[in-house]
């Protein structure tokens, strides 16, 4: 099984941009679709944005037109542009593998984090 393995957090000031890398380790990302979640402190962990192994996309609300994801599969990587950023993106962001080429709502690998912090 392919371990996601994220990094690329820290901390931005407001309106700033990041971008989160989500590698495979143990095996190869492409056959599988690709998820980014958030969950900030005292909150549930939500999906932000996902892709597909055919690259459709898909994002929440909360980060349409701000967030972009992308994946490179020669490089084993998804990533996950951040733009426009603020105080309530605050939150520990992971990757996971789903079990399908799409993104169904089976997601057994995640990796273990990575802390985006949003403050002036």
């Known amino acids: 099984q392919v371990q996601p393995v994220e990094s690329g957090g820290g901390l931005v000031q407001p309106g700033g941009s990041l971008t989160l890398s989500c590698v495979g380790s143990?095996?190869?990302?492409?056959?599988?679709?690709i998820g980014w979640f958030r969950q900030a402190p005292g909150k549930e962990r939500d999906r932000i944005a996902c892709i597909t192994t055919d690259q459709r996309t898909y994002y929440d609300d909360s980060v349409k037109g701000r967030f972009t994801i992308s994946r490179d599969n020669s490089k084993n990587t998804v990533f996950l542009q951040m733009t426009s950023l603020k105080p309530g993106d605050t939150a520990q962001y992971f990757c996971a593998t789903n079990r399908l080429y799409y993104c169904s709502a089976q997601w057994p690998s995640w990796g273990r984090g990575t802390r985006v912090t949003v403050s002036s």
């Open positions: 143990g095996g190869a990302l492409e056959s599988y679709a």
